[in-house]
C-alpha cells in the first residue's frame, strides 16, 4: 500500500484527459436527450400541419400562447395568469408538499426507531396507502371543504406515504454497529439522530421524495380541476370546456416545464446531500 | 487501570442458559498493551463488550480507573472489526475523524489539529477529503484508528481490528498500532485470535481457554520494545513465546486447576 508516494505527472495527466473525457461525455449524454427531444417536437409539427385538426393543434402555436399566457412581459410584470393560476397552484404544491415531507420523515423516524410502533402502525399504513389518494377527493371535500386547505391537505396526505415508508426502511438498514461506535464515543440521542439516523436514512428518504414530487403535481392538478377558482388545473378543464384546445394544451405543457424544473432542483439538491455515494466505487491502493 | 475480576457472564436463563465466560480476571496498566488471545468462539468479544460498557457481565467485578464499569466509561474507545460498519459512509475522512470530538469542547484550531495529527499518525495526511468507500480494507481500519486517536482515549480497546485485511495490510496495521502507542504512550487492550499477533504485539498475553472461557495463564512478553516483523519473528524468544502460547490455547493443561472458582460463581 503506497501512502504516500507523490502522484506521479503520468497520472496526473491521465486524470486530465479522464476528466476530458467525462465531459465529452457528458455533453453526449446531453445532446442526445435534447436532440430527441426535438425531433420528436418536430415530428409532432410535422404530423399537425399535415393532418389539421382542432383538437390537436400546432406545437409552435401552443408554445406560442403559452408564452404569452405566462412568460412576464417586456415589463417584467407577470402576466395575469401568472399571478392567478400558476403561483396559486405552486404554492399550494409546495405547501402541502413541504407538510408532507416533514411529518413524513419525522414519523418515519420513529416508527423506524421503535419496532413496537412499527408493529403497531404497519397495517394502518399499509391499508391507507394502499388507498389511491385522488378517490380520497370527496371526502377531503366534505372534511375541508372548497378551499385552499383542503388542496394542500390532499397533497399532503397523498404524497407523504412513499417518504413515510421509504424513512422506514432507511432507518431500519442502519446498522446496529454504528449506533454502538456512537456509544463508545458517548454521543446522546440527539446526536444520534442528527449525525447518524438521518444521514443514514437520507438515501431511502430522497427516493421517497422524489417518487411523492411528481404525485405532488398530479394531486395538485386533479384538486384544481374540482370546485377550484383558480390554479393550472382549473384552467386547464376551463379551457376544455369553453373549446379553448390551444390553451388547454399549453397548460399540459406548462406542467410537463413545471414537473421537468422541480426534478432538476430535486436532483441538485440530492447531489449535494448524496454526493458520497456518486464517489464510492472509486477505490484508492 | 483497568481491573477485570472474576467476571463471569451467562447468555439467557433457566433450561436455556448458556455459560459464555467462566472466570476472567487480569489488569491492564498504564502504557501497557495487552492482547488477548483465544481459539474462535471463546467469548472474546463478549469480554470486550463489556468492558467496554456496551453490556452488563451476569457476574464479577470490572473496574476502570477505580469506577465500577456499568456504561461506557469516559476515556475509553474503541476499534471494531467491521470498520465498514462502523465508519460513517456519508462524512469524509476528516469529517469521520472528527465525529467524536464535538462534545469535547475544543476550539477550531485545536480540532484541526487533532484530526491532522491523527491522521497523520496513520499514513493518511493528504486523504482528508476522501469518502471511506474510496478508499480500501486496510485504510479504512487506519481511518478508525485515527477516529479513536482524536478522542484521546486512557484507554484503547480494539476488537480482532485486522481480522478482515489481508496479510501484508496487517502487518503495516500492526506496525501502525506499536508506533502509535509508542508515540501517545496509549494504554492498549488488542484482543485477536491469531497468535502471532498476540505476541508481537503486546507486553502481556492473556491466554483464553474454550468456552465457557476461563483464563489459561497470562504471559510476560519480555521481547525488546523496537520489534520488526522479520527479525522480531525469527528471534528464538518469539518462536519459544510463541509455541507456548499455541500449546497452551490446544491444550490448557491446567483446565482442572481453574475450574474451581467456577463453582462459586
Known sequence: ???????????????????????????????????????????????????????????????????????????????????????????????????????????????????????????????????????????????????????????????????????????????????????????????????????????????????????????????????????????????????????????????????????????????????WQRSSGRETA | MLNVSHLTHTYGTGAKAHLALKDITFEVQPGELVSIVGPSGCGKTTLLRTMAGLMRPTGGDLTFLGDEITSVPEGLAMVFQDYRGSLFPWLTVAANVKFPLAKLGLSKTDLAERVAESLSAVGLTGFEDRFPSQLSGGMQQRVAIARALAYRPKILLMDEPFASVDAQTREDLEDLVLSVKKKFNMTILFVTHDIDESVYLADRVVVLSKPPTFVVTTLDIPLSDNRDQIETKEDPEFIRLRGEVARLIRHPENDEVASPVADLA
Not at chain 1, 427531444?37 to 401552443?62: C, E, K, N
Not at chain 1, 414519523?107 to 404497519?122: A, H, P
Request: glycine share 10%.
Open chain 1, 1 to 275: 500500500m503506497a501512502l504516500t508516494t507523490a502522484v506521479p505527472t503520468a497520472s496526473r495527466s491521465r486524470v486530465g484527459s479522464e476528466r476530458q473525457a467525462a465531459r465529452r461525455q457528458w455533453w453526449g449524454r446531453f445532446a442526445l436527450r435534447w436532440v430527441v427531444l426535438a425531433v420528436l417536437i418536430t415530428l409532432w409539427q410535422v404530423a399537425t400541419v399535415a393532418f389539421p385538426s382542432p383538437f390537436f393543434p400546432q406545437p409552435a402555436r401552443i408554445f406560442e400562447r403559452a408564452a404569452l399566457l405566462w412568460f412576464p412581459g417586456a415589463n417584467g410584470m407577470l402576466t395575469p395568469s401568472m399571478q392567478s393560476d400558476v403561483l396559486p397552484s405552486l404554492g399550494r404544491m409546495l405547501l402541502g408538499f413541504s407538510l408532507s415531507v416533514v411529518v413524513a420523515v419525522a414519523l418515519g423516524t420513529v416508527i423506524g426507531l421503535s419496532r413496537k410502533v412499527g408493529d403497531y402502525i404497519d397495517p394502518i399504513i399499509q391499508f391507507l396507502r394502499a388507498v389511491p389518494p385522488p378517490a380520497l377527493l370527496p371526502i377531503f371535500l366534505v372534511l375541508f371543504g372548497t378551499g385552499d386547505q383542503m388542496r394542500v391537505l390532499l397533497i399532503a396526505f397523498g404524497t407523504a406515504w412513499p417518504i413515510l415508508l421509504n424513512t422506514i426502511e432507511g432507518v431500519r438498514s442502519i446498522e446496529e454497529l454504528k449506533y454502538e461506535t456512537a456509544t463508545v464515543f458517548r454521543i446522546g440521542f440527539v446526536g444520534r439522530l442528527t449525525r447518524i439516523v438521518l444521514p443514514g436514512a437520507a438515501p431511502k428518504i430522497l427516493a421517497g421524495v422524489r417518487t411523492s414530487l411528481s404525485l405532488a403535481l398530479i394531486l395538485m392538478v386533479i384538486s384544481e380541476m374540482v370546485a377550484a377558482s383558480s390554479g393550472i388545473g382549473f384552467s386547464i378543464v376551463q379551457a376544455q370546456r369553453g373549446f379553448g384546445f390551444l390553451d388547454m394544451w399549453a397548460g399540459i405543457v406548462l406542467l410537463g416545464i413545471i414537473g421537468f424544473l422541480l426534478n432538476t432542483v430535486l436532483t441538485l439538491i440530492e447531489r449535494r446531500i448524496l454526493g
